[in-house]
């Protein structure tokens, strides 16, 4: 007898387990769909234009005119005073100036792109804090990235709810928006 109530209860609980995991919600959101509608992209697309108009085109400007700078002490004036460690200093300088211009651009993507996430972050806070909300109001059990989605089970999208979760205005498509 006991081994039937034993059998019967861990029935019971596999049903169950298997039951509860059935009922968990899942939903989906693509968050980059999203930025471009918060009111901070704009401002933080203008700060980063701010930044690398007053700050990564003057460095360049500048390593550009000490380049010159150095170039012209050893091409336009007379070197044959000029100690030999000195030649040598400078044209070392120079070999080195000629490596950072080369490869300035790319430089300056990395710069930009620390930029951006040092900009975005607060708002990328904010996203993340209201879509843990509405998965806690709404009862979702799993949010899933919907642009690392290949396979998976239905879903809701949770964009609309985390857009007026944070009071920013969607576009009205008319489409419905694809996984």
């Known amino acids: 007898m006991k081994k039937i109530i034993s059998v019967f209860a861990i029935a019971l609980f596999i049903l169950t387990a298997a039951g509860s995991v059935n009922a968990q919600k899942i939903g989906h959101i693509r968050a980059d769909d999203l930025v471009q509608f918060m009111p901070e992209a704009a401002k933080i697309d203008t700060l980063l234009q701010r930044f690398q108009t007053d700050s990564l085109n003057p460095q360049f400007g500048s390593i550009v005119q000490d380049y010159t700078y150095k170039d012209s002490l050893l091409n336009k004036t007379d070197t044959s005073k000029m100690p030999a460690n000195v030649k040598n200093q400078i044209r070392q300088e120079l070999q080195q100036l000629t490596y950072t211009i080369q490869n300035w651009q790319q430089t300056a993507q990395q710069i930009?792109?620390?930029?951006?996430?040092?900009?975005?972050?607060?708002?990328?806070?904010?996203?993340?804090?209201?879509?843990?909300?509405?998965?806690?109001?709404?009862?979702?059990?799993?949010?899933?990235?919907?642009?690392?989605?290949?396979?998976?089970?239905?879903?809701?999208?949770?964009?609309?709810?985390?857009?007026?979760?944070l009071g920013v205005k969607l576009p009205n498509t008319g489409a419905k928006p694809t996984r």
């Open 112 to 165: 930009m792109g620390m930029k951006q996430q040092q900009l975005a972050a607060p708002m990328y806070k904010r996203i993340t804090d209201a879509i843990n909300a509405v998965a806690k109001e709404k009862g979702y059990t799993y949010v899933l990235q919907s642009e690392a989605l290949i396979v998976a089970p239905p879903s809701d999208d949770l964009l609309p709810a985390v857009a007026a979760k």
